[in-house]
């Protein structure tokens, strides 16, 4: 396992919503790799990102001092926020909308805390477009395929069966499955993501609170100076 980017306890790889990333089992912290980003944000916008922040200082957690080219803070003597895959340290800081973002300029992958973590949170929901409001005629157009939870073979919703809050196609639907209902999907916790993702048809990238915000802030940074 790869240490923690801040407080190096060990991360546990995560999968939420086709955004892989890894989160600290003592502090909380998150870690995105850079080929991760990239296929979230696109090239351009990670590239864009990556430019403006390489040469930039980082930050002490403890004491906040800036650091430059050192492994350990010349003020407190706490190691310097370091890459877990590479051990770039220490990580370049670069704040978009008051979210502090601490970035390799190694391999470009990004590490949040869990305040950044919240503050994206915020962004995300601020930032989120307003569906439109349409009939439940007009969202079974909309229906593409999705994966049985059994087999993987793909199957239009309309054809699949529900069973405790998963998808099945007609071969592996347990007993006792019903078939798929549009409204109950939408009202449903565990379906009601995952039927989001095959309305739009997008089926690599889910549009989760932390994938939307990192997708915003990514595109943001692009467009104007960071701090």
């Known amino acids: 396992m790869n240490p923690c980017p801040f407080c190096f306890g060990k991360m546990s ?55 430059s080219y050192v492994a350990q803070c010349p003020r407190c003597g706490h190691d310097a926020p370091a890459c877990p895959p590479c051990g770039t340290a220490p990580l370049a800081v670069a704040k978009v909308h008051g979210l502090r973002m601490d970035i390799c300029s190694s391999c470009n992958g990004m590490a949040l805390d869990p305040s950044g973590l919240e503050r994206l949170q915020q962004i995300a929901a601020e930032n989120r477009p307003r569906k439109p409001v349409v009939t439940t005629q007009e969202l079974l157009k909309t229906l593409k395929k999705a ?3 059994a087999c993987q073979r793909k199957q239009l919703l309309k054809h ?16 006792g499955a019903a078939p798929f209902d549009i409204e109950l999907a939408r009202a449903s916790p565990a379906l009601a993501p995952a039927l989001g993702i095959y309305l739009t048809g997008n089926e690599d990238v889910a549009a989760d609170a932390v994938s939307m915000g990192i997708t915003w802030l990514f595109k943001t940074a692009a467009s104007h100076l960071l701090e």
């Open 13 to 67: 790889p995560t999968f939420t919503n086709g955004l892989p990333r890894e989160k600290c089992t003592k502090c909380a912290s998150l870690w995105f790799e850079g080929e991760s980003l990239v296929n979230l944000v696109g090239p351009e916008a990670a590239a864009v990102l990556a430019q403006r922040t390489k040469g930039k200082p980082g930050q002490c957690k403890h004491c906040n001092a800036s650091l």
């Open 147 to 149: 994966p049985c939870s």
């Open 160 to 175: 699949t069966f529900t069973y405790d809050n998963k998808l099945y196609c007609g071969s592996c639907a347990p007993a």
